[in-house]
């Protein structure tokens, strides 16, 4: 997604020829992972985590069941638009191709980040019990796939892969300068508005999760900051109720901690959950000093700027692991926030299952490299594009 986001903005900028063509063979390739790993992921599911696909099923068939056909069509209409418009140099049809994937990918993304954030704070939906277990009605589609912290958590998601993704594209092309620092910039303060707001929606809805982040274990009082990612006097650094200050703008605003919470809703890796959470935030103001030196190294040799990219690409793809890992884990031990417990979504798996689990896994990954090496894809594609 961020890639496609960036080839779509180089080809706005009229970007040359040589420099649009160098990108697209790591897309293609980056594209053709994207659907192996995804058809890897729905066996996964419908295998091993049977249990919540079947509960999920009624609510999110009309968006999954949709999101697939619609990503593999728009791939294929506008890779090839964009192989024609590159190999005969015609903005227009490169404009189209370059959009089309953005949205493409869009169309995905917005799926999948739906589902998770009905995961986080289920909406629009009634849960019914009976001797069996629970079964799960649908009141409202808008509600179940636009729920409350989906806007936040959409644009969040968006902004970290346009800067991991604009990162490599750089990279990829050899093509870095002051426009690029300048949004590398904008993305950066965006990013930090739209993770304190984020920050916010997640003490409103999962108020047990927020104290895990910041690692605040009163019942109910003002909450420190802590700077790096751990709790151990010797070598943490804290911040006397700065927490309660940024989510209120007062120092002894009292907050929810850990205390206040059930144990069937505290995630039993609260150091873990911590301390990827602040790994997270640290990163994102290391990237800010690495955009720092690439607007001061704008206009040096490619040499001082590639190192940079190389650690922004680092830097972010690191961060954004991080921020799914907070996520994920903070909201255990449930898939299903008061739903479903995560150690009900799956069965026992036989041995044939787990084998061929991983060797599916290892298949998505390996057949799609090797057989670009083998066969010399890249340069095939280069050859198509009139290279």
Same mark, same amino acid.
């Given at each position: 997604?961020?890639?496609?986001?960036?080839?779509?903005?180089?080809?706005?900028?009229?970007?040359?020829?040589?420099?649009?063509?160098?990108?697209?063979?790591?897309?293609?390739?980056?594209?053709?992972?994207?659907?192996?790993?995804?058809?890897?992921?729905?066996?996964?599911?419908?295998?091993?985590?049977?249990?919540?696909?079947?509960?999920?099923?009624?609510?999110?068939?009309?968006?999954?069941?949709?999101?697939?056909?619609?990503?593999?069509?728009?791939?294929?209409?506008?890779?090839?638009?964009?192989?024609?418009?590159?190999?005969?140099?015609?903005?227009?049809?490169?404009?189209?191709?370059? $959009? $089309?994937?953005?949205?493409?990918?869009?169309?995905?993304?917005?799926?999948?980040?739906?589902?998770?954030?009905?995961?986080?704070?289920?909406?629009?939906?009634?849960?019914?019990?009976?001797?069996?277990?629970?079964?799960?009605?649908?009141?409202?589609?808008?509600?179940?796939?636009?729920?409350?912290?989906?806007?936040?958590?959409?644009?969040?998601?968006?902004?970290?892969?346009?800067?991991?993704?604009?990162?490599?594209?750089?990279?990829?092309?050899?093509?870095?300068?002051?426009?690029?620092?300048?949004?590398?910039?904008?993305?950066?303060?965006?990013?930090?508005?739209?993770?304190?707001?984020?920050?916010?929606?997640?003490?409103?809805?999962?108020?047990?999760?927020?104290?895990?982040?910041?690692?605040?274990?009163?019942?109910? $009082?003002?909450?420190?900051?802590?700077?790096?990612?751990?709790?151990?006097?010797?070598?943490?650094?804290?911040?006397?109720?700065?927490?309660?200050?940024?989510?209120?703008?007062?120092?002894?605003?009292?907050?929810?901690?850990?205390?206040?919470?059930?144990?069937?809703?505290?995630?039993?890796?609260?150091?873990?959950?911590?301390?990827?959470?602040?790994?997270?935030?640290?990163?994102?103001?290391?990237?800010?000093?690495?955009?720092?030196?690439?607007?001061?190294?704008?206009?040096?040799?490619?040499?001082?700027?590639?190192?940079?990219?190389?650690?922004?690409?680092?830097?972010?793809?690191?961060?954004?692991?991080?921020?799914?890992?907070?996520?994920?884990?903070?909201?255990?031990?449930?898939?299903?926030? $008061?739903?479903?417990?995560?150690?009900?979504?799956?069965?026992?798996?036989?041995?044939?299952?787990?084998?061929?689990?991983?060797?599916?896994?290892?298949?998505?990954?390996?057949?799609?490299?090797?057989?670009?090496?083998?066969?010399?894809?890249?340069?095939?594609?280069?050859?198509?594009?009139?290279?």
């Amino acid at each position: 997604m961020g890639g496609c986001f960036w080839f779509f903005m180089q080809s706005l900028g009229r970007a040359p020829w040589s420099v649009l063509r160098k990108a697209v063979p790591p897309l293609l390739l980056f594209t053709v992972l994207g659907i192996t790993t995804g058809y890897v992921l729905k066996w996964h599911f419908e295998n091993i985590w049977t249990p919540y696909y079947e509960l999920i099923a009624d609510m999110f068939h009309p968006i999954l069941g949709l999101e697939a056909p619609i990503s593999l069509a728009g791939f294929a209409i506008f890779f090839p638009v964009l192989f024609v418009g590159l190999r005969k140099e015609n903005r227009t049809l490169t404009h189209v191709a370059t $959009g $089309g994937l953005f949205l493409t990918t869009l169309v995905s993304a917005t799926a999948i980040t739906a589902v998770n954030s009905w995961m986080q704070f289920p909406s629009g939906v009634r849960v019914m019990s009976n001797p069996l277990g629970h079964a799960i009605e649908r009141l409202s589609l808008w509600e179940v796939v636009f729920s409350p912290t989906f806007p936040t958590r959409f644009a969040h998601v968006l902004l970290g892969a346009a800067v991991l993704g604009g990162a490599w594209q750089m990279f990829n092309t050899k093509r870095f300068n002051a426009k690029g620092a300048m949004f590398f910039f904008l993305l950066w303060g965006v990013q930090f508005y739209v993770g304190h707001h984020h920050a916010g929606e997640v003490y409103a809805y999962q108020p047990e999760k927020f104290a895990a982040f910041e690692g605040h274990e009163g019942v109910y $009082g003002p909450a420190d900051l802590y700077l790096l990612p751990t709790k151990e006097h010797r070598v943490s650094i804290k911040l006397e109720g700065m927490t309660s200050f940024m989510m209120f703008n007062d120092g002894d605003q009292p907050i929810y901690g850990l205390d206040a919470w059930q144990e069937s809703y505290l995630t039993d890796l609260l150091d873990v959950v911590f301390a990827s959470y602040h790994v997270m935030v640290l990163l994102h103001f290391l990237l800010l000093g690495l955009f720092a030196y690439l607007w001061w190294r704008r206009d040096a040799r490619w040499s001082l700027q590639s190192w940079a990219l190389v650690a922004v690409i680092i830097a972010a793809l690191v961060a954004n692991y991080a921020g799914w890992y907070t996520a994920e884990m903070g909201r255990q031990p449930w898939i299903i926030r $008061g739903i479903m417990y995560t150690r009900h979504a799956s069965v026992p798996a036989s041995e044939l299952v787990t084998y061929l689990g991983v060797l599916w896994s290892l298949l998505a990954w390996g057949v799609p490299l090797v057989l670009w090496r083998a066969l010399g894809l890249r340069r095939k594609v280069n050859g198509l594009l009139g290279r």
